[in-house]
């Protein structure tokens, strides 16, 4: 009998299965990947060599308003880490900038201050500002264009009327994006349900390169870095994490150039053979990715393609917050 831990939650979940019935387990090499130097170390040096652009703090010479979006609590993005050295590089080069911090939600909920603090620090939460952007509020949004699929593009203003937009956040592969990071931070992340609803939509993901690994052809990762590039998304820092969601590599500056440098490596640690079977165990890597029902189709997709045409997909999710939202809960029901 083999012992095999499968993320779930804040922990794993024992799976037991007999030898002769294991045919195979699937990990990232991204799992045994020995970094050589600190997650502060890396970030640090990401910024001080930026690909690109100039550096962040050159960036925010003359910049008054400074928009810096970031990911919501259904992601791992080490924001703890991130922020304080991403805010002391822009008042590095602008000591007087008025930073907004803007929470890309999507359709998600707001993150309560519980899980602000949990996510950003206390220090960040007491002495900055932070917006989470609201989806389903219109006051928020402008009418920027109309983007490559036809949809409207509805952004949030703080974005739109900043004099200087960065993001942060992290890369993994995604089950209709390609891959997430760089420009999705923009859309889905700010923009209203309209804008997110035609990006999200089946017409959209019914594309045969709306797929895991694929971004060239894929028409939502095109949309996404043509709404990224209409608000002059001028800078992005997007970490590689390993098992432990630890920061092993980083990559800061253009939004395109970054973001593919960031790919690349991320796919020479995941890309892996399929290899079918009757029975196909997994999770979505536990907390916070595991926290709802709506987050979980991610591993279910990846699932797919090892379960052939008739296989069993026993997916570990915590669901510890319901469903994901009351919108989402009130489709599937």
Not at 55 to 78: F, M, N
Not at 123 to 151: K, M, R, W, Y
Not at 189 to 217: D, F, M, Q, W
Request: net charge negative; hydrophobic share 40%; glycine share 8%.
């Amino acid at each position: 009998m083999k012992t095999i831990q499968i993320p779930y939650y804040k922990g794993t979940m024992d799976l037991h299965v007999s030898e002769q019935n294991l045919k195979a387990v699937i990990t990232a090499k991204m799992h045994e990947f020995t970094r050589t130097k600190g997650e502060g170390e890396l970030v640090e040096e990401a910024l001080a060599n930026p690909i690109g652009t100039k550096r962040l703090s050159e960036l925010a010479v003359g910049k008054k308003r400074v928009t810096l979006v970031t990911s919501d609590h259904t992601r791992a993005v080490p924001s703890k880490l991130t922020l304080p050295i991403l805010l002391r590089e822009i008042r590095k080069g602008n000591p007087e900038a008025e930073i907004t911090i803007l929470i890309g939600t999507g359709l998600h909920r707001a993150p309560t201050e519980e899980e602000q603090r949990r996510m950003f620090g206390d220090t960040i939460v007491d002495h900055e500002t932070i917006v989470s952007n609201d989806a389903f509020d219109p006051e928020q949004f402008t009418n920027i264009c109309t983007l490559p699929s036809g949809a409207d593009f509805y952004v949030n203003k703080l974005a739109a009327e900043c004099d200087l937009l960065l993001a942060e956040g992290f890369i993994e592969p995604h089950f209709f994006a390609g891959f997430s990071g760089g420009r999705k931070s923009i859309l889905p992340g700010i923009c209203s349900k309209e804008t997110v609803n035609e990006n999200h939509s089946y017409r959209a993901i019914a594309s045969p390169y709306a797929a895991t690994g694929v971004l060239k052809g894929n028409p939502i990762h095109e949309d996404m870095v043509y709404a990224a590039r209409k608000v002059n998304t001028a800078f992005i820092l997007n970490v590689a994490l390993d098992g432990e969601k630890k920061v092993v590599a980083a990559f800061a500056g253009d939004l395109e150039a970054a973001h593919e440098a960031g790919v690349e490596f991320i796919r020479s640690q995941s890309q892996c053979r399929a290899v079918t079977g009757d029975i196909v165990v997994t999770s979505n890597g536990g907390y916070p990715l595991d926290q709802n029902l709506y987050q979980s189709p991610k591993a279910v997709s990846t699932a797919e393609v090892c379960a052939g045409e008739d296989g069993v997909i026993i997916m570990c999710c915590s669901c510890c917050d319901g469903m994901g939202g009351t919108h989402f809960e009130r489709l599937i029901t």
